[in-house]
């Protein structure tokens, strides 16, 4: 893919996605331009008898020349420059962008940029970073004191679900129904 990143279960659009599903245990997976992040059940198989699987999965998936994404445009970046956004809004944007998410993609997440009101950056965290025990610590002592020093306007940083991470809950929670029923 072309620097967007994306993540399911979330919406329909990625062969590598579904496949990677198939597989026992697998909840998440996290697309970005360099990496594949795969997250798995904590109740389900441990994990040295779920990567050969995956990594099989991957290795099969590329060799068969298939997009990655079927429809790259139908995915939101939301760090892209709006027309509405104020200035300290593009500053926060391009701060993510240039010096934050490059930093959390070595560890195989990213993160969403999804308002700025009243002071506060409201960010939803993805890939290995959603769910991960250090990301509040991470989001706290890293990213809020890196946007105070370069953005004094800035007063706070708070993780959140965003719209599309709502969708995502209520996608995989009918997805694990269904199997469940079955």
Do not use: H
């Not at 104020?86 to 993609?105: A, H, Q, S």
């Amino acid at each position: 893919s072309s620097g967007i990143n994306a993540e399911w279960p979330l919406r329909p659009g990625s062969p590598l996605a579904r496949q990677l599903f198939r597989i026992d245990g697998v909840t998440r997976v996290f697309l970005a331009p360099d990496f594949i992040s795969v997250t798995k059940d904590d109740n389900e198989q441990p994990w040295n008898t779920m990567k050969p699987d995956i990594f099989a999965c991957i290795m099969d998936f590329f060799s068969s020349n298939q997009p990655v994404l079927l429809d790259e445009a139908a995915l939101d970046n939301t760090s892209a420059i709006n027309e509405d956004d104020d200035e300290t809004t593009i500053m926060i944007k391009e701060l993510l962008d240039t010096r934050i998410r490059p930093t959390v993609m070595e560890d195989g997440g990213d993160i969403r940029f999804v308002s700025f009101e009243d002071g506060i950056v409201k960010l939803a965290l993805q890939g290995s970073c959603s769910g991960c025990p250090s990301s509040s610590v991470t989001l706290k002592n890293g990213i809020e004191n890196m946007m105070q020093f370069y953005i004094p306007e800035v007063l706070s940083v708070e993780a959140v679900d965003d719209e599309i991470t709502e969708i995502q809950n209520k996608v995989f929670e009918e997805f694990d129904k269904t199997l469940n029923d079955k």
